[in-house]
């Protein structure tokens, strides 16, 4: 009986790796050249449709295989998109589907639900998201007074719960408290491929709208105010 059991569970793995392990012809050798960019075209737009994550180069590369070039392969694919009112980006280290920005206005006049996690996000929320983006590392304590008042607890683990931010290293400051840092989840909601597609801060600190150097500096001055801060 033991011996049925086993090897029934044995087939049932067997069974799921191979659906993990699907085979098919990424090479697609045997179709002419314009059939087998076309086919190579509708398979990696049917994976980024699919997936609820920004697509990488390297899922791209399982489904064409190694001989297709993805670059020129995304190229073709935004050229076909370039009447609809939907496009391919490239954000966090992937490629994903986004409608364009200027049919923003009528996406949020339709009231309709959308997959986007941004728009669950309060003012206030939103303003500390961007202000951890721009600051990164940096502590509850310096968020607080660059805010003028305390960042609640539950507002940070409310990001952290939605995956926008994530903890840090520990600040040098007195009871090194924890920093934290935007993920790779924030670069995806917000349509960024890299940290470095932000804003210029440089112009938002010469508005006096975020300054690094101004929370470092009275984080060190309050020497011991922080030091019971370990969240």
């Given amino acids: 009986m033991a011996g049925a059991s086993a090897s029934k569970a044995e087939r049932a793995r067997s069974k799921t790796r191979s659906e993990d392990n699907v085979l098919i012809d990424r090479e697609l050798e045997d179709l002419p050249p314009d059939l087998r960019w076309r ?31 993805i670059d020129l392969l995304i ?12 496009d391919i980006v490239a954000v966090a280290g992937g ?23 941004s728009a669950l996000l309060s003012e206030h929320e939103a303003a500390l998201l961007m202000a951890i983006a721009y600051l990164q590392p940096v502590t509850r304590g310096e968020l607080s007074k660059m805010f003028g008042k305390e960042v609640s607890r539950d507002t940070i683990a409310g990001l952290r719960d939605a995956a926008f931010i994530a903890s840090g290293p520990r600040s040098p400051t007195p009871g090194a408290p924890y920093t934290y840092v935007t993920t790779r989840q924030f670069l995806s909601v917000f349509g960024l491929e890299t940290l470095r597609d932000l804003p210029d801060i440089e112009r938002l600190e010469d508005a006096g ?13 309050e020497e011991g105010a922080d030091g019971d801060e370990q969240d």
């Fill in 39 to 69: 086919e190579w075209m509708l398979r990696a737009e049917a994976v980024m449709f699919a997936s609820a994550e920004p697509v990488s180069r390297e899922i791209l590369v399982r489904v064409v295989g190694n001989d297709c070039s």
């Fill in 75 to 86: 190229d073709d694919l935004r050229e076909e998109l370039r009447a609809r009112p939907y």
């Fill in 95 to 117: 490629w994903q589907h986004r409608s364009r920005t200027a049919y923003g206005p009528v996406i949020r006049a339709s009231h309709a639900p959308t997959r986007s996690a």
């Fill in 209 to 221: 709208l975020l300054s690094r150097h101004t929370l470092a500096r009275e984080a060190f001055a």
